[in-house]
């Protein structure tokens, strides 16, 4: 049973970026720090919640109302939201999140330091609670998207999606949609094991053809048990190849050892039935049974196939 661990609710949620392009996110992340620019504008009155007089020294900086709106409302949110905002940015290549003291810090006009900040509370992360790093490239561009942002501070809009990667909490619809894949893999198991020889053998022949093998070698009519020569040209590698309807620890054994003697790379050995707990431990050495045999047709294509050569 995993160990129970507190879930983040923030209150509200805000992506910002740590200076222009970035760059005072080392800074803020070391000092566990929201840094923030906006250099001409004064201290006093955001504290005041002078917004009209925050407008106007942002005025003559602005090229629209829009521009300047946004602008205010980045600095009322830098400013007002509370400690139980939930703060997020970008940097090396993973997410980070944070709650923020809602204290204020002024601390400089030059250029090119942060002007303000808030302190974090228990720093920057990026893991989520269960310490898993939340690297941008395991999540959805929905998310990630937000470091295109090219003004500093704006609302997540799928709050959603970020809350359960920090949380840990898988999204339902792909909970279904793993149970879905699950009775797939069960189903093409079961269709496998009730394949004709021949039909396994073809199988089999798809499989590696889809992988970008290729046979080199022509198989003899009406045999049960079939040996194939595969290349793969690009990586110029030969593979023996064993297809066994049913087989033994012993028989795998006895073909590892042909292997072997053949002077090929790999070794493929796939058995829809095996009888009993099968076993390979060579580097290069490959053992397709069972479940293995039954994901790997799938994911190369081949259930819609299984469906109509066992109808």
Known sequence: MKEEVNLIKPSSIRYIKLGRGGV???DGIDKGRLNFGYHSIDHKLCLANDWGGVAAQLGSSRKSQGALANGVRELRDFYT????CLWVTFADKHLY????EPKVHFVSTVPDAPSRYRQ???GWKKTDI???PLRMSALSSRLTQLAAYRATICSVKDEDYLLRQINCRPDPLIVEARQAQERLFDSAERLIKGLHWSDFEILADLIFARSGWIRSTQVGEGLADIDM????TTIRERAFVQVKSRASQSVLDDYRLRFVESGCDRFF???HSPKGNLSL???NEHLFTGRTLAVTAVQNGLFQWLIERSG
Do not use: M
Request: with cysteine.
């Open 24 to 26: 005072f996110a080392s």
């Open 81 to 84: 939201l509370d400690d139980n």
């Open 97 to 100: 999140w944070a709650f923020a």
């Open 120 to 122: 974090t509370i228990d």
């Open 130 to 132: 269960r310490l898993n």
């Open 229 to 232: 020569i595969l290349e793969q």
């Open 269 to 271: 050995f796939v058995c």
């Open 281 to 283: 431990t060579g580097p």
